[in-house]
């Protein structure tokens, strides 16, 4: 079993930034890919950037030259530095580990006011 905890989220105003951290613990072998999610209120849930095990990376177009990923593969920790932030940013971020299964994190409240 894996658990990713994710850490860092919070509420911080337009034009300000944040970093996200999701440490995996358990049994943990090798994972594909690591990546960022987000869910809107009434929205669903989307693709913010990914990372894979070779260190390719991805991103969603709206957040493209604001979010970097990056990781730390000593500490199976998985981060996403988020400058320049809007409030359509507002959203629950949700980190995501791929191996032959998909394992998800708990959820990190990330708020940008006006």
């Known amino acids: 079993q894996v658990q990713l905890v994710e850490s860092g989220g919070g509420l911080v105003q337009a034009g300000g930034s944040l970093r996200l951290s999701c440490a995996a613990s358990?049994?943990?072998?090798?994972?594909?890919?690591m990546g960022w999610y987000r869910q809107a209120p009434g929205k669903q849930r989307e693709l913010v950037a990914r990372?894979?095990?070779?260190?390719?990376?991805n991103y969603a177009d709206s957040v493209k030259g604001r979010f970097t990923i990056s990781r730390d593969s000593a500490k199976n920790t998985v981060y996403l530095q988020m400058n320049s932030l809007k409030p359509e940013d507002t959203a629950v971020y949700y980190c995501?580990?791929?191996?032959?299964?998909?394992?998800w994190g708990q959820g990190t409240q990330v708020t940008v006011s006006s």
């Open positions: 995501k580990a791929e191996t032959i299964y998909d394992y």
């Open positions: 358990g049994r943990i072998f090798r994972f594909n890919a």
């Open positions: 990372i894979t095990s070779g260190g390719s990376t």
